[in-house]
């Protein structure tokens, strides 16, 4: 089970960290991802983490702006977000799979439940 957190509003330009915890003992053995979805439009890859946090992987739109890192002694995958555009605006979602580091949201197995960030202009 997979619990987001973190969102809420911010001014463009801010900054937010979105955590997600995730139950169990086999969290690392899980690839991390966060997906987001704007208001009308389809789910989008935002980031990818391995199991041992050494590769990570960015969507174009957020490559340098936006770090994804984990803590697997806490369970935990996170989502710092630096310089916040209006357009980053969405629901947050983490999610989860054992084999892939895929940026299509089909190939993962768990989803947390979204946080929603809002950043004004």
């Known amino acids: 089970q997979l619990q987001a957190s973190g969102g809420g509003w911010v001014q463009a330009g801010g900054s937010l960290r979105l955590s997600c915890a995730a139950s169990?003992?086999?969290?690392?053995?899980?690839?991390m991802a966060w997906f987001r979805q704007a208001p009308g439009k389809e789910r989008e890859f935002v980031a990818t983490?391995?199991?041992?946090?050494?590769?990570?992987y960015y969507a174009d739109s957020v490559k340098g702006r936006f770090t994804i890192s984990r803590d697997n002694a806490k369970n935990t995958v996170y989502l710092q977000m630096n310089s916040l555009k209006p357009e980053d605006t969405a629901v947050y979602y983490c999610a989860a799979n054992l084999y892939t580091s895929s940026i299509a949201p089909q190939a993962y197995d768990y989803w947390g439940q979204g946080t929603l960030v809002t950043v004004s202009s």
């Open positions: 169990g003992r086999t969290f690392s053995s899980y690839i």
């Open positions: 983490i391995t199991r041992s946090g050494s590769s990570t």
